[in-house]
């Protein structure tokens, strides 16, 4: 695990089911497996298939609570936050208004750890107001979100580039300097 120069903001658009989840989730830039202390915040809109959540706000660090329950399946890239479905049991779920209230969620669960009791592995997505559980079934590592606004490689060199030359100027003024 090695943390980056800043946060990451990663863009979730993901089918369930019927539903989906749509937003984004931002990370402190730590690459490798993420725990709950890494995740800074998220807006997320959940949408059953029948209604979307987003009719009463959507799904924020301002009005739900996060909960990982012993995982190691989450994890980054600079490109990428991903999730083992087919990893140690353990699970990610973001939930309004607070974890256990039975309302309102995305999870994530490899092994039947917190979506669904039993043997079921994936994604599970509830929103209330329509009672509506929506499920898919994954067994392996999946992308849940891609990086928006990761600087291209020309980008940097361009940056790099004139640091060096503002280094260069600075050097040749002091030689002028020390001559003069």
Do not use: H
């Not at 990610?92 to 309302?103: A, K």
């Not at 994936?122 to 891609?146: D, P």
């Amino acid at each position: 695990m090695s943390a980056l120069c800043g946060p990451i903001s990663y863009t979730v658009n993901r089918t369930i089911g019927a539903g989906s989840v749509v937003g984004t989730i931002q990370t402190d830039g730590t690459t490798g497996i993420l725990g709950s202390g890494n995740i800074l915040d998220w807006n997320l809109i959940l949408d059953d298939g029948f209604g979307s959540f987003n009719n009463l706000g959507p799904l924020s660090g301002d009005n739900s609570k996060l909960l990982f329950l012993s995982t190691t399946n989450l994890t980054a890239t600079v490109t990428q936050l991903l999730f083992n479905f087919g990893g140690p049991e353990g699970g990610v779920m973001f939930q309004n208004p607070y974890i256990g209230s039975s309302i309102n969620y995305w999870c994530m669960q490899a092994g039947g750890a917190v979506c669904v009791p039993g043997s079921f592995t994936g994604e599970g997505l509830l929103v209330i107001f329509n009672t509506a559980r929506q499920t898919s079934g994954y067994s392996g590592n999946e992308v849940i979100g891609t990086a928006a606004g990761v600087p291209e490689p020309a980008s940097i060199g361009l940056i790099a580039l004139g640091v060096t030359a503002l280094l260069t100027r600075r050097a040749v003024a002091r030689r002028k300097a020390v001559t003069a």
